[in-house]
């Protein structure tokens, strides 16, 4: 399998604070990765530092082996080619329609495509997501489940090889959160799309992940298959399910 992303001895944080450090991990084509832990342990940050918004603080991150110079704007520019993105709150724009939402990223990269070309991408992208039918509502004008599936669309515009997602099925009651789920593996399958997904949701993680990155008190805690994580016997993962597990059976 080929690896797309290797992270070495990478450290991740802001001015005045290094969040997590000796961050060694790689990640293949198609697999789908969850990166688990407490709230304000840093899953937001490493997927800030890995798509270029805060800079590593050391160590290398690199891309298809090629070390991604991340001070380079024409570096990130490219990087962004190949990537998605799917932000916490799903980041559509309100005042533009589903449509223009899901164009951006081609304006941006490619502003001399012919529109015919536009068209057939950005319909192509709302079919596969179920959302043909809404190219002309507006964000405000679709439920929860719909944005995160338009913000799915969106990330996926530009045939990117990867896709980072920040907490995908936030505020999306169980049903909708599995559709979502269901979505990203039938993506993957289909287009052999890689995921890396920030997630504490249990039902989630069983049904999509194939490997797990465990973070705890600014280190990497465990990386590996998530199928041996239970089987480890480890008491702080043993102790962040079983906490994660009531608190999610108390919230309904
Ligand atoms: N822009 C920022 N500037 C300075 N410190 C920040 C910034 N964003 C986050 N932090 C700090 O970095 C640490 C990790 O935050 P991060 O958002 O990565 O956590 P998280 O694991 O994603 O948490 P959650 O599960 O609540 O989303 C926290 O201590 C937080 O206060
Ligand atoms: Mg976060």
Same mark, same amino acid.
């Given at each position: 399998m080929n690896e797309i992303i290797r992270v070495k001895n990478l450290s991740v944080g802001y001015e005045n604070e290094i969040v997590l450090q000796n961050l060694?991990?790689?990640?293949?084509?198609?697999?789908?990765? %969850?990166i688990l832990g407490k709230s304000g342990c840093g899953k937001?940050?490493?997927?800030?530092?890995l798509i270029g918004l805060i800079p590593?603080?050391?160590g290398d991150v690199y891309f298809y082996d090629e070390k991604v110079d991340y001070l380079s704007e024409h570096v990130l520019?490219?990087?962004?080619?190949?990537?998605? +993105?799917?932000?916490?709150?799903s980041a559509l724009l309100n005042s533009l329609d589903l449509y223009e939402n899901i164009a951006l990223p081609i304006r941006m990269h490619y502003?001399?495509? *012919? %529109?015919?070309?536009?068209?057939?991408? +950005?319909?192509?992208?709302?079919?596969?997501?179920?959302?043909?039918?809404?190219? !002309?509502?507006? *964000?405000g004008e679709l439920s929860g489940g719909m944005r995160k599936r338009a913000a799915l669309a969106r990330a996926m515009?530009?045939? #990117?090889?990867?896709?980072?997602?920040?907490?995908?099925? =936030?505020?999306?009651? #169980?049903?909708? =959160?599995?559709?979502?789920? !269901?979505?990203?593996?039938?993506?993957?399958?289909?287009f052999?799309?890689?995921?890396? +997904? %920030?997630? !504490?949701?249990?039902?989630?993680?069983?049904?999509? =992940?194939?490997? =797990?990155?465990?973070?705890?008190?600014g280190y990497m805690h465990y990386y590996?298959?998530?199928?041996?994580?239970?089987?480890l016997k480890d008491p702080f993962i043993d102790s962040f399910f079983l906490k994660n597990k009531t608190a999610q059976r108390n919230s309904g």
């Open positions: 060694d991990f790689s990640i293949n084509e198609t697999e789908i990765t %969850v937001s940050t490493i997927m800030k530092t590593p603080i050391t520019k490219s990087l962004y080619k190949k990537i998605g +993105v799917l932000y916490q709150g502003p001399d495509l *012919p %529109v015919l070309i536009e068209k057939e991408m +950005v319909y192509s992208r709302l079919s596969q997501v179920g959302l043909r039918g809404s190219a !002309h509502k507006l *964000p515009i530009l045939d #990117p090889k990867i896709i980072f997602c920040d907490e995908p099925s =936030a505020g999306l009651d #169980p049903i909708t =959160a599995a559709e979502l789920d !269901h979505l990203m593996l039938e993506l993957r399958k289909l052999g799309i890689t995921f890396l +997904v %920030v997630t !504490h949701e249990l039902r989630s993680i069983e049904k999509i =992940a194939d490997k =797990a990155l465990v973070l705890n008190e590996g298959e998530y199928s041996n994580l239970i089987s």
